[in-house]
């Protein structure tokens, strides 16, 4: 049943809404080779499976994310704190584990605000350590020398069970971060080191992108080379491309990077058997309007319009209400109502 569920999911998520003049009809054959790599099953549900196995009540779970930078975007996009919000409030509510964001300070309080709106609070980590008293908050250096030892040690004080990107971008080939068509912000903090050292230390990993430069894609590096728009250039000179070389365990492509979040956290609770699992649209509304006021802005025209990666609020509103709908009619028992007779044995 999770892989019959877990298709469906997966289709939703992947269905692309994207402007022309964008890097455009691409999701479909990305997924497509991301699920053939991963061994063929429905993604969202190897993934929610996986954390299922390796997460018990009280483990730590990192959950990071963050992109755009100023001058553009100063605090970041609205897309990846609402998807890290949501995997925070499954991961609470489902497997009653302590959620971790680790992102750098610029992206914080699009983080904050958008995990306040889900209902878990950010608190001090000793409260979510030894009382589950919502989800604590790690934030990175500001210096990239210093990024390798700080993540050393954060993997020493949380001992995550597993460690999830939700719009983290990642480095190309030559160690250089860009936004999906091949322009390079400055002022960004390299958080690969934590990826690299959580798989010498076998910390499950999975990640969740929508456009070739985020972490996890590394899977699929040599595809995304050949298929992705800026593969092999960038808009300046010198440049090699935009995939990253970040792989995770497993890595879930999504039309946008909160769809597959969702996805994620739809899975969880279909596998817990519990739909307050996954958010309400009322509260994904509230999700979005919290990051955008906080500075986490859609990413087109950088501005506080109720959008995200180009597309309505409403859009992301009504994905949400099409996966509860999924998770409550799957965990229902098996019921034909008054109309069409008996149900057969």
Wanted: proline share 7%; with cysteine.
């Amino acid at each position: 049943m999770p892989d019959i569920i877990g298709e469906y999911v997966d289709r939703l998520v992947t269905v692309e809404m994207r402007n022309r003049a964008m890097n455009h009809n691409i999701i479909g054959r990305i997924y497509e080779q991301a699920r053939a790599e991963g061994g063929g099953r429905p993604i969202s549900a190897r993934a929610a499976q996986a954390l299922v196995e390796r997460v018990r009540p009280g483990d730590r779970v990192l959950i990071v994310t963050g992109a755009g930078y100023a001058p553009e975007a100063p605090n970041g996009e609205s897309d990846g704190p609402p998807g890290a919000a949501a995997l925070a409030h499954a991961l609470f509510w489902g497997l009653r584990a302590v959620p971790v964001f680790v992102t750098e300070p610029c992206h914080a309080p699009p983080v904050v605000a958008s995990s306040r709106a889900a209902g878990i609070m950010v608190r001090d980590y000793e409260l979510c350590r030894d009382r589950r008293m919502g989800a604590a908050l790690a934030v990175s250096p500001e210096r990239q020398d210093e990024v390798r030892a700080w993540a050393a040690a954060l993997l020493d004080e949380y001992r995550p069970s597993a460690i999830l990107a939700v719009e983290r971008l990642g480095p190309n080939e030559q160690g250089v971060i860009h936004y999906s068509t091949g322009v390079r912000p400055e002022h960004c903090i390299d958080l690969a080191p934590l990826f690299e050292l959580a798989a010498e230390r076998r910390v499950l990993s999975i990640g969740i992108g929508d456009n070739g430069n985020e972490i996890g894609f590394g899977r699929i590096f040599a595809f995304m080379k050949d298929f992705h728009p800026y593969g092999r250039r960038c808009q300046y000179p010198g440049g090699a491309g935009v995939p990253t070389v970040v792989p995770t365990d497993i890595f879930l492509p999504a039309s946008i990077s909160n769809w597959g979040a969702y996805g994620l956290s739809a899975m969880l609770a279909f596998l817990c058997r519990r739909l307050d699992v996954l958010h309400t649209p009322a509260i994904e509304r509230d999700i979005l309007r919290a990051c955008l006021d906080a500075g986490g802005w859609e990413m087109r025209y950088c501005t506080s319009r109720f959008i995200v990666d180009g597309t309505e609020g409403e859009s992301s509103m009504a994905i949400i209400q099409l996966l509860r709908d999924m998770v409550r009619v799957n965990i229902a028992q098996p019921d034909r109502g008054l109309s069409h007779g008996t149900l057969d044995h």
